[in-house]
């Protein structure tokens, strides 16, 4: 069976995307600095799969290329996909150079060492994020691209330098997917997200819920949307796990590289995100409208027409599962993976 690199594997989609990888057959081999992930996510995949299965761990920075070489040489690895990033917007105003270097340089260390070992398989975590303020929504894979903030500057960079590789190697295969707003957790309770840094509305939701903020603070209450607060594509994260598994067996057929939205084409607010938590958790939630945060958009929402033709994948899961399934991983893990 075919063994897929997962970079950035301990993190929070990386998690997901191994779990769906492992059940799928395939053997996972994972790197993480754990600047924002924890070695212990590793105990859940052998509680999941048996110790035979647990994915080979290197521990390492993806900017290394020795390190990457030493990965490489371990195992045949058979294609990759590629999660590190830092991807925090506010935070990459004010740590520019910083997120170019992980985000672009690291990047282009992987493909370096992935082309002198004869990998040619990429799957490539982008963001609705490089669509900035969309002239349309549902937004198509088509739309201008113009970031708003240095975060979505980095994930065209990355997407560029894949398609200029894959317009110079005819037998490289890059299939970048610009994830919308995921969030959720396996349903089995064993994973989920517990960043260092929370950078998203789901995270934050789930920090209130675990005692640790008295108060949920919405940035901007005074968009042009039904309530006011942000609409977002929210996606679950086993959907878009599964997302994956059928971008590599399209790219394993399919050269060249290729761009696909994943998202559910249904917007939600913010708001309606926090009212959806707050029924899963049965509680209710303190809210406090601060004002907008630099960099965010009124509303993006995916056209996921090129993904559901081409992958034959959907979207199944919706935002009250979101909610249940976030609320049940933090209900039976109240410190995250440090239980
Ligand atoms: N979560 C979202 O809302 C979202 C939305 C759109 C796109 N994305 C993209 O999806 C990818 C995965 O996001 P996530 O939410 O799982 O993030 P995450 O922070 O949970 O996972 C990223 C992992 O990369 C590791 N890492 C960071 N810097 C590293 C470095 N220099 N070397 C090695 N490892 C390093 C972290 O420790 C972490 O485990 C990222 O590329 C992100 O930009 C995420």
Known sequence: MARILLTGGLGYIGSHTAFALLEAG????????????????LERFEKQFG??????????????????????????????IHFVALKSVDESFAQRDEY???????????????????????????????????????????????PTNPYGETKVACEKMLQEISSRDKDFSAVILRYFNPAGAHASGLIGEAPKHPANIAAVIMEYLRGMRDVIKINGADYETPDGTCVRDF??????????IAALEFGAVHRGAHIYNVGTGRGFSVQEMITAFAAAANREIKT????????????????????????????????????QSAVNWITQNPHGFED
């Open 235 to 244: 996606i679950h994260v086993v959907d878009l796990a599964a997302a994956h």
């Open 26 to 41: 395939y053997d996972v081999t994972i790197i993480d600095n754990c600047s924002n992930s924890t070695e212990r996510v």
């Open 100 to 146: 170019f270097d992980v985000n672009v340089e690291g990047t282009r260390a992987l493909c370096e060492v992935m082309a002198a070992h004869g990998v040619r398989r990429i799957v490539y975590s982008s963001s609705a994020c490089v669509y900035g303020a969309p002239e349309k929504n549902p937004i198509p894979e088509t739309a201008t691209l113009q």
């Open 288 to 323: 406090e409208v601060g004002p907008r945060r630099a960099g965010d958009v009124a509303t993006a929402v995916a056209d996921p027409t090129k993904i559901n033709t081409d992958f034959g994948w959907h979207a199944e899961r919706s935002l009250t599962e979101i909610a």
């Open 51 to 80: 110790a035979a299965r647990r994915p080979d761990f290197f521990k390492g920075d993806v900017r290394d290329r020795d390190f990457f070489v030493r990965v490489f040489s371990h195992a045949s690895i058979d294609g990759v």
